[in-house]
């Protein structure tokens, strides 16, 4: 059973940096196209940013480009969200999620193979 666990959230202030990480395990992780995702309360999930099955195409949402990095480590089965400059508009749950076959940043949300169970981002003004 292929199974992705976030991590890396917390508290942190404004200005300040985070880097959240997504573990994959149970299947072979240079097969998946990655994506993370958030959702603050009371709003929709929306794509932050996504990164390619080879890691040479990646996407950022406008309010995070030059902010946020996307990146894969195949030999850890990992992708890596750094958030730098974090503003309390960042606050949300952020949700990973891979897919083997399909874009993940145009497939709509509930299409997409596998989804991690999120971890909290919370930024103090």
């Known amino acids: 059973q292929v199974q992705l666990v976030e991590s890396g959230g917390g508290l942190v202030q404004t200005g300040g940096s985070l880097r959240l990480s997504c573990m994959l395990s149970?299947?072979?992780?240079?097969?998946?196209?990655f994506g993370w995702f958030r959702q603050a309360p009371g709003k929709e999930r929306l794509a932050v940013s996504t990164?390619?099955?080879?890691?040479?195409?990646?996407y950022y949402t406008d309010s995070v480009k030059g902010r946020f990095t996307i990146s894969r480590d195949n030999a850890k089965n990992t992708v890596y969200l750094q958030m730098n400059s974090l503003s309390p508009e960042d606050t949300a749950v952020y949700y990973c999620?891979?897919?083997?076959?399909?874009?993940?940043?145009?497939?709509?949300?509930?299409?997409?193979?596998?989804w991690g169970q999120g971890t909290l981002v919370t930024v103090s003004s």
């Open positions: 990164i390619s099955w080879t890691g040479d195409s990646t």
């Open positions: 999620a891979a897919d083997r076959y399909r874009d993940v940043y145009t497939t709509p949300l509930g299409y997409l193979e596998v």
């Open positions: 149970g299947g072979t992780f240079s097969n998946y196209a």
